[in-house]
């Protein structure tokens, strides 16, 4: 059993930031990629960023240059620094795991979400 934990998301002024973070815990042997999804009303969930193992980044264009993805492999837990932010950034950030267990199968693990909301 794995469980995801997110936390950081809030209302937020446009132009200002916000840092989430994502824990997962439980019977984790190692985790591969993780990733932030977001999922605005009335929209489909989109990724706004990867981190794999080693450290390897991917963004959505939309978050380019403004977010930054980091993770702490000892404490299996990732972040999203999220600066200059605007209207069209609030949604609902999801974190996602790809989670090698220690039952031996590779699982992928949401968590429940944070909303982040950007508004004056």
């Known amino acids: 059993q794995v469980q995801i934990e997110e936390s950081g998301g809030g209302l937020v002024q446009p132009g200002g930031s916000l840092r989430l973070s994502c824990t997962a815990s439980?019977?984790?042997?190692?985790?591969?990629?993780m990733s932030w999804f977001r999922q605005a009303p009335g929209k489909r969930r989109e990724m706004v960023a990867t981190?794999?193992?080693?450290?390897?980044?991917n963004y959505a264009d939309s978050a380019k240059g403004r977010f930054n993805i980091s993770r702490d492999n000892a404490k299996n837990t990732m972040y999203l620094q999220m600066n200059t932010l605007n209207p069209e950034d609030s949604a609902v950030y999801y974190c996602?795991?790809?989670?090698?267990?220690?039952?031996?199968?590779?699982?992928?693990?949401w968590g429940q979400g944070t909303q982040v909301t950007v508004s004056s």
């Open positions: 996602n795991c790809n989670v090698r267990t220690t039952m031996g199968p590779s699982l992928t693990y």
């Open positions: 439980g019977s984790i042997d190692s985790i591969y990629f």
């Open positions: 981190i794999s193992s080693s450290g390897i980044t």
